[in-house]
């Protein structure tokens, strides 16, 4: 007999709703449901079932409906289903009277995304960001957790226990929610102090955002010749991975690879991964990594668009990277400008790639080396402050190598002995 520690696999019915209703971006559809299967595979579980309902507005006990639900009970039985997952977010009491009803877990989109980012999670950052998403999330639900003791109203030992044990669950929970947003708030601190370094030594940051599963981390592995984990599946990379870049002689940069979006993304966890996604705002760049080879696309280009916009990020230059391209015909490419073509997987177009983000980011920058006299120090702190000080010797004077913008080489063209000739009109002075 053979024996195996592999945990079972939960078998879901997968439910939504789509109604006039609701919020657009809580609609459920085919496609929703669809990528809902996907995000339940990540997490280790089987689609064996799925209903979609119709209707014009939600009802406020059920949300799907009294007949409805009488169906997806029955399927549960059928497919011998343990769980049922909601597509649209479902509000505690909602939760409570269909786990009830159902007699299996219920769980909604929400809660679905939170325990994927719970497994993926890797560094103590990630970590403190999605228990805070949790907690957040578990906050206004606890009622629903204590409804055996509301069964038992009136029996010995259950008059007042749960409602104190209620608010003493409110109480801790409160306690980890704001001691997880002061840690949260030390690695924000650290994150400025670590950006306004970069600043100093004037190195470009590039931003990789896209919508889960475009690529982003295989993009990044392919660019820096690193080798991070990039599987294909939901998700796959949480922790912010940042890599060297050099672009050209005189263009090196520092290469940011985000966690995913999605549509429907619980505003807990935006709220939570803050000190992350601001990294968005501060960046010179972004590359919005498009998967060429899905239908949907568009739709998905849209979901990370807004998001982008929410963040605060709307003002920061973007270059539209079409990845997956040896997927599809090449026709049927979006091409035009800010937007490039590349399969990350084969090295196709990034060449193009490089040569388009070093004409974005590079702005003049020369290698260049200057001879400054001992009685000079305060022009080498000035490359330290403005430039990218690459060598320094000391000899007859300081031979310094560095690359630095075109108003730092005006400045200092007295000094430079190689690599700058200064412009014509220079010479005319």
Not at 322 to 340: A, Q, S, T, Y
């Amino acid at each position: 007999m053979q024996y195996t520690t592999e945990k079972p696999r939960n078998r879901a019915v997968l439910v939504g709703l789509s109604s006039r209703a609701l919020d657009p971006q809580d609609n459920a559809s085919d496609a929703t449901l669809d990528e809902l299967s996907a995000l339940l595979d990540t997490a280790g579980g089987v689609a064996v079932g799925q209903v979609l309902q119709n209707k014009d507005a939600p009802d406020p006990r059920t949300f799907i409906g009294e007949g409805k639900l009488a169906e997806v009970k029955d399927l549960v039985k059928v497919l011998d289903a343990d769980l049922v997952l909601f597509d649209n977010s479902l509000s505690p009491s909602q939760l409570r009277v269909l786990t009830q009803e159902l007699g299996v877990q219920v769980l909604d989109r929400e809660a679905l995304i939170l325990d994927i980012f719970a497994q993926r999670a890797q560094t103590k950052e990630g970590r403190l960001q999605v228990e805070l998403a949790q907690y957040q999330y578990l906050l206004p639900r606890l009622t629903g957790m204590w409804t055996h003791l509301e069964r038992q109203e009136g029996a010995i030992g259950t008059r007042g226990p749960g409602e104190t044990q209620l608010e003493t669950d409110r109480r801790h929970i409160r306690k980890k929610i704001s001691k997880l947003k002061e840690d949260l708030e030390e690695v924000r601190r650290v994150r400025a102090v670590q950006r306004e370094r970069r600043e100093k030594n004037q190195v470009p940051v590039v931003a990789l955002v896209g919508y889960t599963n475009a690529g982003k981390s295989t993009l990044l592995n392919t660019l820096t010749g690193e080798s991070i984990p990039a599987n294909n599946r939901l998700f796959d990379t949480l922790d912010t991975t940042t890599r060297t870049l050099e672009l050209s002689d005189t263009c090196t940069v520092l290469l940011s690879d985000t966690v995913g979006f999605i549509r429907k993304l619980p505003t807990h966890l935006v709220a939570a991964f803050k000190a992350t996604l601001e990294e968005l705002t501060f960046a010179d760049l972004l590359l919005h990594v498009i998967d060429a080879s899905n239908p949907a696309w568009m739709e998905q280009a849209e979901v990370v668009e807004g998001l982008i916009l929410s963040l605060g990020a709307a003002e920061t230059p973007r270059l539209e990277v079409f990845n997956k391209c040896d997927l599809c015909p090449g026709e049927i490419l979006p091409h035009g400008e800010d937007r490039v073509a590349v399969s990350a997987r084969t090295g196709e177009g990034l060449d193009q790639l490089r040569a388009e983000m070093a004409r974005r980011l590079d702005a003049g920058r020369k290698k260049v080396t200057l001879s400054i006299p001992y009685g000079q120090g305060g022009v080498l702190d000035q490359l330290y402050r403005e430039a990218q000080v690459e060598s320094v010797e000391y000899g007859e004077t300081i031979e310094v190598t560095a690359t630095c913008t075109p108003v730092t080489l005006g400045q200092l063209k007295d000094y430079i002995t190689d690599g700058w000739t200064p412009p014509k009109e220079d010479w005319e002075d």
